[in-house]
């Protein structure tokens, strides 16, 4: 009995000692069981911790945005602008709390075995934490002040108000006096506002930070305006001129094209002296240059008038070919125009505008021949007629005879005329037909009851005077069809 008193007073005094011994150890060093941010962290001292911690965090993915007055938006990576982080405050809290009380380990193992029992023990302390910011001004301030958005139209005293000729839109008011960045108070505000904003953070998830610089007071503070010098003002009446001058706006309209008289085409119509400065009258108003109508009218006509123009057309035989003259087409009657246009502009009636023409085919644009048409192919002495696109009539035909000189001429030209029952008359003959219709001069399209035999290279040796020979029965069909201003294509 005294033995085993003995070894029972032996144990008790070895497990003491252990106890003290172990709540030595941990004076310094976590105890059993304790994650921090999924780290293991029994054994490691607070500086053991923090270094891990520390070294696992990206402050590159934080970044703080910057609005500009212009919406221009910037991103700042807080590693790039004197900013670092410590896991130290809130690792040291939590070793702190490691050890509220002596022995507080002791009484965590003794709680949680008694909760979960011996084999199914959780961590006694699972913490999660956040950093806390350090921020070195005097870095950020240096790297604010050497970013390129920060040095643009800063404010140096010199600024001023000019009227200028940009490449797309006319003349254009620089104005330099307005919304001038402050650079030292900009980067000064940025700085302050950073700061505040991660000291508030400390021991907090990252949120978003957004800097507005282009409301309320941060913009006042930012950005300034210069007072309009007399010289300014009296800039700012020109413009005011030039602006109303600019503000005439007309679409031409040429089926599916269209032309669009906006600021930049008004510009040109503005008088200059030979200096090339605009001229103003006594009301600080620009003077219209008239012959700059003229010459805007000369080129919608240049551009969009396709009487006898070389055109590129398929043919039914498949390849393209290309015809040239003609009268058949679109023709600007300039006169009407520049009448029109010159006092649309002086009256400010904008709107749209399809014009007039003294010559004016079925389409507009930059196919005027469309998908109602006659082609007559004079190289295989074939007629064929297409309305909307789908062939309604193929016939063989013979036209001029090319051994006499009498050859159809090649040429886009338009059905002008139709008559039934006329006489053909020429120098040594005179000849009935039943259908009659008119393309080019005293060419016309025709029946021939004379011929029998049509297509081939009848018309080499045996044509026509230079009409286009068709067969009756289909001469019969193509006029009742065939409506006056119908494109006639004939070609070789």
């Known amino acids: 009995m005294v033995g085993l008193l003995r070894v029972i007073g032996v144990m008790t005094v070895l497990g003491i000692g252990a106890v003290i011994a172990l709540e030595k150890y941990y004076q310094h060093v976590f105890p059993m069981i304790v994650t921090i941010n999924g780290l293991y962290c029994t054994g490691m001292t607070v500086g053991d911790v923090t270094k891990i911690l520390d070294d696992s965090y990206d402050l590159h993915d934080d970044r703080i945005t910057v609005r500009m007055l212009d919406g221009e938006v910037h991103e700042l990576p807080l590693d790039e602008y004197g900013i670092t982080v410590s896991y130290k405050p809130a690792v040291a809290e939590c070793m702190k709390a490691c050890k509220m009380r002596p022995f507080q380990w002791l009484w965590d193992c003794v709680y949680n075995w008694l909760e979960w029992g011996p084999f199914l023990a959780a961590p006694w302390h699972d913490w999660t934490v956040y950093p806390t910011y350090y921020c070195d001004t005097d870095v950020m301030a240096a790297k604010l002040e050497d970013t390129g958005w920060l040095n643009e139209d800063l404010f140096t005293g010199e600024h001023t ?55 309320g007071a941060d913009r006042e503070v930012c950005y300034k305006d210069v007072p309009y010098t007399d010289k300014m003002k009296d800039t700012l009446a020109k413009w005011a001129g030039i602006s109303d001058f600019q503000s005439f706006h007309m679409t031409y309209q040429f089926g599916d094209c269209k032309e669009v008289i906006d ?139 090319t051994s006499r000189r009498w050859g159809t001429p090649a040429k886009v030209c338009y059905v002008y005329f139709k008559q039934k029952n006329r006489v053909l008359r020429g120098a040594d003959y005179a000849t009935p037909v039943k259908y009659w219709m008119a393309v080019d001069g005293h060419i016309g399209i025709h029946d021939a009851t004379w011929r029998k035999d049509f297509g081939g290279e009848i018309y080499k040796t045996n044509g026509s005077h230079g009409c286009i020979n068709t067969p009756l029965e289909n001469m019969a069909i193509l006029y009742d069809m065939v409506e006056l201003g119908t494109p006639v294509i004939m070609f070789y």
């Open 161 to 215: 108000v000019s009227i200028a000729r940009s490449a797309a839109a006319g003349y254009i008011l620089v104005d330099q006096t307005r919304d001038i960045l402050l650079m030292e108070d900009t980067v000064n505000l940025i700085c302050e506002k950073i700061v505040q904003h991660l000291t508030a953070m400390n021991g907090s998830p990252f949120q978003t930070i957004v800097i507005d610089l282009s409301t």
């Open 263 to 401: 600021a930049n085409v008004v510009a040109d119509w503005i008088a200059l002296d030979e200096a090339g400065n605009i001229v103003f009258d006594v009301d600080n108003l620009p003077v219209l240059d008239e012959s700059m109508i003229a010459e805007y009218v000369a080129y919608l006509s240049a551009t969009y008038n396709t009487v006898g123009i070389e055109r590129s057309f398929k043919a039914t035989r498949g390849d393209t070919v290309t015809v040239s003259g003609g009268g058949y087409g679109n023709e600007l009657d300039e006169k009407a125009e520049y009448e029109f246009l010159l006092n649309a502009f002086r009256n400010r009636e904008s709107g749209t505008r399809i014009p007039q023409y003294t010559s004016e085919s079925w389409q507009k644009g930059s196919d005027d021949i469309g998908d109602t048409y006659i082609e007559v192919d004079m190289g295989i002495q074939h007629m064929y007629y297409y309305v909307d696109g789908e062939l309604t009539i193929d016939t063989p035909i013979v036209t001029g005879n």
